[in-house]
């Protein structure tokens, strides 16, 4: 037993080592790939079912290092988050999507969500930053929505932050609550918060139209997000059949798979060409 456990101790402190080993590269990696603005950001439409019409595009980051890869979003912004380095990605990220609705043609002018982390709305000059931002491009702030979690809403209800959500949706800004039914959190934000838009998570589309459970809660989240008066995008759908079920329940927009994956700001324009605005 004393042998195994020693075995066992070896073993651990080589997984240790690795990972730590992994980790770092990861961090160094992140690091120089801001320091050379070696980022890039792809472009998800949101699609009404019904009119087939693009009514919007979610913009999503990306990363490819040297030698790791490509890194998915899902691991390297939590690592932002954890290093310190999220405002500064995120900054990247808003002028980067900003630069690119100024530079787009005339055909895809539809409005862009750019995602934004917590400790994003920490910063007291965010608002002021977007506005002098879109004003340098002379940008519409319609133009321009940003997803915010449910968690990073229920930090929200502080009064400096709901002052700062209020500054944003009186410019114009749209503020969607992304991943919605996922943050384990009352529903009072809803109704103290200037929102616009439930974005209902991926996890409650996945089974349908299988899953009669699911379809029940969706029915729910649409109801309330009627009863509220606020818009709703389907998140994560990958079938015609789900989009059948959830423009029948009352949720026309979608996103995901089925529709088009994020694609770069030129493959949009030319998908945009093809099927007119
Ligand atoms: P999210 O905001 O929930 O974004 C949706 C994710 O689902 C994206 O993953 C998208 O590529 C993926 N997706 C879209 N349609 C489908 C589908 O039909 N099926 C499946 N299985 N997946 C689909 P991605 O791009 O890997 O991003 C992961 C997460 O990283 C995002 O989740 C978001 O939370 C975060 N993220 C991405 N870009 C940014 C950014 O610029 N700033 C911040 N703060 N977070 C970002
Ligand atoms: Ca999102
Ligand atoms: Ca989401
Ligand atoms: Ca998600």
Known sequence: ???????????????????????????????KALR????????QPKIDVVSRQWVGLEALVRWTDEQ???????????????????EELG???LDEVIRQMAAWPQQVRIP???????????????????????????LPAQRLELELTESCLVLGQDST???????????????????????????????????????IDASFIRELPGNREDAQLVWAIIGMA???????????VETAAQATL???????????????RPASADQVAQWMDEVGP
């Open 246 to 260: 959830l423009a029948g329940l009352g949720c026309c927009v979608c996103q995901g798979y089925w529709l088009a």
């Open 68 to 86: 790791l890869g490509p890194v998915s979003p899902a691991e390297f912004i939590p690592l932002a988050e954890k290093l310190g380095l999220i």
């Open 112 to 138: 862009v969500s750019i995602n934004v982390s917590a400790r994003q709305l920490l910063d007291g000059q965010f608002a002021v930053r977007i506005a002098k931002r879109l004003a340098a491009y002379q």
């Open 161 to 199: 932050q709901k002052t700062l959500l209020r500054d944003l949706r009186a410019q114009g800004i749209g503020i969607s609550v992304d991943d919605f039914g996922t943050g384990y959190s009352s529903l009072s934000y809803l109704r103290q918060l200037p929102l616009d838009t439930i974005k």
């Open 226 to 236: 009627r009863a509220l008066g606020l818009d709703l995008v389907a998140e994560g």
């Open 36 to 43: 050379q603005q070696d980022l890039f950001v792809v472009y």
């Open 1 to 31: 037993a004393k042998e195994a456990g020693r075995n066992h101790f070896c073993f651990y402190n080589a997984m240790m080592g690795e990972r730590n080993y992994a980790d770092l590269a990861l961090e160094h990696g992140l690091r």
């Open 91 to 93: 900054e990247w990220v």
